[in-house]
């Protein structure tokens, strides 16, 4: 396997899972895609592999994991049992269901200390030390019934619309999107008179779904359904592939959730952004943070 070196790298600064600040220490490995040849691990529900002694699992509780260890497995860094998404793609990394202490080690090795990383969905102890710096509570929704439909006036955005789709992300704030973001799938946008107003698109692919992610308006174009016209887009591509659209927002956007519930989704969970503080020196600290 090929050594990846660490980068350091500006956190997101915004009110999604927070991107790893700046990362230093041991490099980490590219994790390949598994192929003819390669055994696979026993899976559980929904295609994670079981820990011994445990319940099997759906993809959808540790979606990250299951994008890491599946179709995105070609972007995948990592160190021990820790996965991430280079920084400059995602925020996002995956840890085991239930870490233990050399998780938590390889994971303060690989963000470097004093970094700030996201932890979506960790529900538990935070390591002694470790500084629990965001909480917001979320939802998870999966299709159930949704009149998806190609959208006539969308384009596909791509690498060359990266700077106008910063431009509107900074604009809009719908969550991290990096440079390039882009890859992780499809991406739609419309435009009016050359400017990009509005786009939506596919962030995590665990076997059989795909997230939809990035949707956001110019606040000068709102109230014409053009939110909901790409999600519906974008579910109709996810769905061509014979997969299942699912997708995450705040607990407090109710907005969103009547919007989401109203064209076909339904609640599968609650889950939880967080973000923690690796500790300048590992070992610092007295008790373990719990979290909620």
């Not at 004093?114 to 979506?120: D, F, K, R």
């Not at 909901?228 to 109710?254: D, K, M, W, Y």
Request: proline residues 11%; contains cysteine; glycine residues 12%.
């Amino acid at each position: 396997m090929t050594t990846v070196e660490p980068r350091r790298v500006p956190g997101t600064g915004d009110a999604q899972p927070v991107g790893p600040s700046d990362t230093s220490g041991a490099g980490t490995t590219p994790v390949p895609a598994q192929g003819a040849g390669e055994p696979r691990p026993a899976a559980g529900h929904g295609g994670l592999p079981e820990a011994r002694g445990t319940e099997p699992r759906h993809v959808l509780d540790n979606p990250a994991l299951a994008s890491l260890t599946g179709p995105h497995a070609h972007f995948a860094e990592r160190r021990g049992r820790v996965l991430r998404y280079p920084v400059d793609v995602s925020p996002w990394l995956a840890l085991p269901d239930e870490p233990d202490a050399d998780d938590w080690a390889d994971l303060a090795a690989l963000a470097g200390p004093g970094a700030e990383v996201p932890l979506p969905g960790f529900r538990g102890e935070l390591p002694a030390g470790w500084e629990l710096t965001l909480q917001i509570e979320g939802v998870q929704f999966v299709d159930d019934g949704l009149v998806a439909a190609p959208e006539p006036e969308a384009v596909r955005l791509g690498p060359a619309d990266v700077p106008e789709i910063l431009d509107l992300i900074a604009r809009t704030q719908p969550g991290p999107f990096e440079a390039r973001t882009i890859e992780l799938g499809t991406y739609l946008g419309i435009r009016r008179d050359g400017a990009l107003i509005a786009m939506a698109g596919e962030r995590l692919h665990p076997p059989g779904w795909t997230e939809i992610s990035a949707v956001c308006t110019d606040p000068a174009f709102r109230g014409e359904g053009l939110a909901t016209r790409l999600v519906l887009a974008v579910a109709h591509g996810i769905r061509e592939r014979g997969e299942t659209p699912f997708l995450h927002t705040s607990a407090r956007n109710t907005d969103a959730i009547r919007l989401y519930e109203s064209l076909g989704f339904r609640l599968r969970r609650r889950t939880a952004f967080l973000a923690a503080r690796v500790p300048e020196r590992l070992g610092e600290g007295r008790e373990p943070v719990p979290v909620a």
